[in-house]
């Protein structure tokens, strides 16, 4: 199968049912979506699938319905995304290992909701960050919305 992957095309030979996060990690090599809890719901493999947030364990890579975009997608030439230059600003990674999932699940928040509110932030926010970082992730938010 044929898939598009942060905008380049990639042809693939897997079962259809193998989730995308192990099409993405074991057979092209991107590793930036993370295994956490493989049920869909820590969010360290969240990807964009056509600008929809989405957990890669969850999805078998014959239901992919666009193109997919992962954090090595996320960078703009040498210029880091605004979102992954927040992150840096305001030191949110403490272990990284939900960051990728948590920067892309902002990325698509801050697509649809330019200047969300602080419930928007916790409803659209749904990675688990075992190090705690709520706070700064809400910060770094906020500090690429302006609000």
């Known amino acids: 199968m044929i898939l598009t992957?942060?905008?380049?095309?990639?042809?693939?030979?897997?079962?259809?049912?193998?989730?995308l996060l192990w099409v993405l990690r074991d057979l092209l090599?991107?590793?930036?979506?993370?295994?956490?809890?493989?049920?869909?719901?820590?969010?360290a493999?969240?990807?964009?699938?056509?600008?929809?947030?989405?957990?890669?364990?969850?999805?078998a890579v014959a239901d992919v319905y666009g193109p997919v975009t992962t954090i090595e997608g996320l960078p703009e030439g040498d210029?880091?995304?605004?979102?992954?230059?927040?992150?840096?600003?305001?030191d949110v990674p403490q272990c990284g290992y939900c960051q990728s999932g948590q920067i892309m699940a902002a990325v698509a928040l801050l697509r649809d909701v330019p200047a969300p509110t602080d419930q928007d932030i916790d409803d659209a926010m749904s990675n688990l960050?075992?190090?705690?970082?709520?706070p700064k992730i809400k910060a770094a938010i906020k500090d690429v919305a302006g609000v």
Request: hydrophobic share 30%; net charge negative.
């Open 79 to 90: 210029t880091l995304h605004a979102v992954q230059a927040a992150w840096v600003k305001h």
């Open 129 to 134: 960050c075992r190090c705690g970082t709520y």
């Open 5 to 19: 992957i942060n905008n380049r095309t990639h042809e693939v030979d897997a079962p259809d049912d193998m989730p």
């Open 45 to 59: 493999c969240t990807v964009l699938v056509d600008g929809d947030v989405t957990r890669s364990c969850q999805l």
């Open 29 to 43: 090599d991107i590793k930036g979506p993370k295994f956490g809890c493989g049920i869909g719901s820590c969010g």
